[in-house]
Nanobody, 122 residues
Framework: QVQLVESGGGSEQAGGSLRLSCIAS?????MAWFRQAPGKEREGVAI????????NYGDSVKGRFTISQDNAKNTAYLQMNSLKPEDTAMYYC??????????????????WGKGTLVTISS
């Protein structure tokens, strides 16, 4: 069982930046970030494949957020720039046990962290 621990959430003003971190207890084929705002469905934010570093982003964050990974530390990061109030949500780190699951990340992942809250004020 993979354990994931997020950190780095907090409050920021619109236009600012935050960096989230997620430490996994072991290697996984990919790591991703999802978010869920109150009253809204869960949204895939970004995914990174551990093998070659390939990434993919949700449309709402393209050009503003960057996902990266330190494979040696089993850690994924989410650099969030040009933050908007609509970025306010609980952010969850997730990981998958196979490339098959990674390729279908929008449908869900195998392992989840407890989440870290991001609040952006206007």
């Amino acid at each position: 069982q993979v354990q994931l621990v997020e950190s780095g959430g907090g409050s920021e003003q619109a236009g600012g930046s935050l960096r989230l971190s997620c430490i996994a207890s072991m290697y996984t084929d990919c790591m991703a970030w999802f978010r869920q705002a109150p009253g809204k469905e869960r949204e895939g934010v970004a995914i990174i494949y551990s093998g070659g570093g390939r990434t993919n982003y949700g449309d709402s964050v393209k050009g503003r957020f960057t996902i990266s990974q330190d494979n040696a530390k089993n850690t994924a990061y989410l650099q969030m720039n040009s933050l908007k109030p609509e970025d306010t949500a609980m952010y969850y780190c997730a990981a998958a046990a196979s490339k098959f699951r990674c390729d279908r990340w929008s449908y869900g992942m195998d392992y989840w962290g407890k989440g870290t809250l991001v609040t952006i004020s206007s």
